[in-house]
């Protein structure tokens, strides 16, 4: 019985993050302001080692940067380990979750915007001599964090519907047992 709501559990966020990856990687770049796009798997990443612990955020980051590393040039395991990272430390943060309490997630955003983005300058462009980071931290990281802000306010609370809908109907299955 446990193997078959974890399964429930383990689908819906398998659909999460290949939906976020399509959207990500299909939609947003159409839909450019300030020629950057919020980073949607770095959102649920955090946000479910946020809600449900590490262990969650660390899976979901080890499969939104599988998708990454799969699909984008570099080495492989780059975006792995980040968000991988991201997730067990946003984990870390879960005994101090309340549903109404939006500054903490919003806060969590920008500090996990602000560490991938500084991972991304330092392995891409710092180690081949590109050192503007003056140029790199105004025209990409900040429209990137406000964005990435933006559409925090609107999608965690759908995280959290959907965790909570998970929950109830897990809680309703274990009352039906005669």
């Known amino acids: 019985m446990k193997l078959k709501k974890n399964l429930k559990r383990i689908g819906v966020y398998a659909g999460l993050i290949l939906a976020a990856f399509l959207i990500q ?46 699909f984008y040039t570099g080495p492989f395991g780059f975006y792995c380990l980040i968000y991988m990272a991201l997730g067990y ?26 560490i991938y983005n500084l991972y991304i300058f330092l392995f891409r462009f710092l180690f081949r001599g590109k050192t503007d980071i003056i140029f790199y931290f105004t025209d990409i990281i900040l429209p990137e964090l406000l964005f990435s802000l933006l559409i925090t306010l609107l999608i965690y609370r759908i995280f959290l519907k959907v965790g909570k809908k998970l929950d109830s109907m897990e809680q309703r299955r274990g009352q039906n047992v005669a």
Request: charged share 5%; aromatic share 16%.
């Open 25 to 70: 990687t299909s939609v947003f770049p159409l839909m450019t302001i300030f020629s950057s796009v919020p980073n949607l798997l770095l959102i649920l990443t955090f946000s479910l080692g946020f809600i449900y612990g590490s262990m969650t955020g660390m899976l979901c980051g080890f499969f939104a940067g599988l998708l990454l590393d799969l």
């Open 89 to 114: 430390l946003n984990g870390i943060f879960s005994r101090y979750y309340y549903d109404d309490f939006i500054s903490l997630p919003l806060i969590m955003c920008a500090a996990n915007e602000l």
